[in-house]
Nanobody, 127 residues
Framework: QEELAESGGGLVQAGGSLRLSCAASGRAVSSHVMGWFRQAPGKEREFVASINWIAGITHYSDSVKGRFTITKDNAKNTLYLQMNSLKPDDTAVYYC????????????????????WGQGTEVTVSS
């Protein structure tokens, strides 16, 4: 059973915007921490943004801070990532993740601490 399902990826020109969505179901719905990670070709998966929706805390990587916004619609059990001012370096497969902890890494940046993962959605930014 798929716990997390991403959508919204695609091809966009540099400077453009995209909004990614992640629909949670099953056990992932009760996760109080959700995040976005990305993996570019030939690179390791890296943290993008996280949200603790109970505490109302968000955290961003330095590379996306000020350009990306993570939000969650609890009524729809859906996580979003609004991406503005996109750059070619943002090209990657974006993954949604969720977990109930325990979390030891500050800012929820450690992928190993998340229990549930989506299949990923591809984002390509052309120059």
């Amino acid at each position: 059973q798929e716990e997390l399902a991403e959508s919204g990826g695609g091809l966009v020109q540099a400077g453009g915007s995209l909004r990614l969505s992640c629909a949670a179901s099953g056990r992932a719905v009760s996760s109080h921490v959700m995040g976005w990670f990305r993996q570019a070709p030939g690179k390791e998966r890296e943290f993008v943004a996280s949200i603790n929706w109970i505490a109302g805390i968000t955290h961003y990587s330095d590379s996306v801070k000020g350009r990306f916004t993570i939000t969650k619609d609890n009524a729809k059990n859906t996580l979003y990532l609004q991406m503005n001012s996109l750059k070619p370096d943002d090209t990657a497969v974006y993954y949604c993740a969720a977990g109930r902890g325990p979390f030891y890494c500050s800012g929820y940046v450690c992928s190993r601490e998340y229990a549930y993962w989506g299949q990923g959605t591809e984002v390509t930014v052309s120059s």
